[in-house]
């Protein structure tokens, strides 16, 4: 059981807003800043959303996050055939004094 | 352009040792803190752990399920980061991934892992 809570999958149709959620506790979510990566079939992670709600450069920014008290999200707005992709959450984690991931969320396109 | 390459993955037996390397470029190796996160086949990624940089003590923090078995180390010279694994067991198999930054310390908790590299397969089997 990952320690940050997300759906395994979610889906939408090109053009919709999708929301992916991910649930923490005041050891993490509650007092640390939360991350967005984004990992392609047979790919590396990649960083899309950095300290809550910033994008890197490059980043589109149908991409967005928000965090709210132990909880975040991660929007995707102009839903594309290649944000399909695994979407993970991760944050530090204050009692476990380590990084701690979302079990991930498998983002399909139908 | 920012460049991890890991290397030093493969097939290793229980109990064995193994050592990975993450060769960097395109950035000042030295300024920044180095971490490893592992990925399980067919499995979410987990943290493995993070080295500091010297400026800030060369100081590391690992996951509980590796601690006292990994160690993490750094040739700031070469702009290689290390990661020793002793006493492997079949649950280390993973794709070991080398990023950047992802440093945490008392005062300073803005650390995130920016870059990543391709990733290692590293398999424990008898």
Do not use: H
Not at chain 1, 67 to 86: F, N, P, Q, V
Not at chain 2, 16 to 25: E, G, K
């Amino acid at each position: 059981q990952s320690v940050l809570t997300q759906p395994p999958s979610a889906s939408g149709t090109p053009g919709q807003r999708v929301t992916i959620s991910c649930s923490g506790s005041s050891s993490n979510i509650g007092s640390n800043y939360i991350y967005w990566y984004q990992q392609l079939p047979g790919k590396a992670p990649k960083l899309l959303i950095y300290r809550n709600y910033q994008r890197p450069s490059g980043v589109p920014d149908r991409f967005s996050g928000s965090k709210s008290g132990t909880s975040a999200s991660l929007a995707i707005s102009g839903l594309r055939s290649e944000d399909e992709a695994d979407y993970y959450c991760a944050g530090w984690d204050d009692s476990l004094s380590g990084w701690v991931f979302g079990g991930g969320t498998k983002l399909t396109v139908l | 352009e920012v460049q991890l390459v890991e290397s030093g993955g493969g097939l290793v037996q229980p109990g064995r040792s193994l050592r990975l390397s993450c060769t960097a470029s395109g950035f000042n190796f030295a300024d920044y803190a180095m971490s490893w996160v592992r990925q399980a086949p067919e499995k979410g990624l987990e943290w493995v752990g993070f080295i500091t940089s010297k400026a800030y003590g060369g100081t590391t923090e690992y996951a509980a399920s590796v601690r006292g078995r990994f160690t993490l180390s750094r040739d700031d010279s070469k702009s290689i980061a290390y990661l020793q694994m002793s006493s492997l067991k079949t649950e280390d198999t993973a794709v070991y991934y080398c990023t950047r930054g992802g440093g945490i310390w008392s005062g300073y908790r803005a650390g995130y892992f920016d870059y990543w590299g391709q990733g290692t397969l590293v398999t424990v089997s008898s």
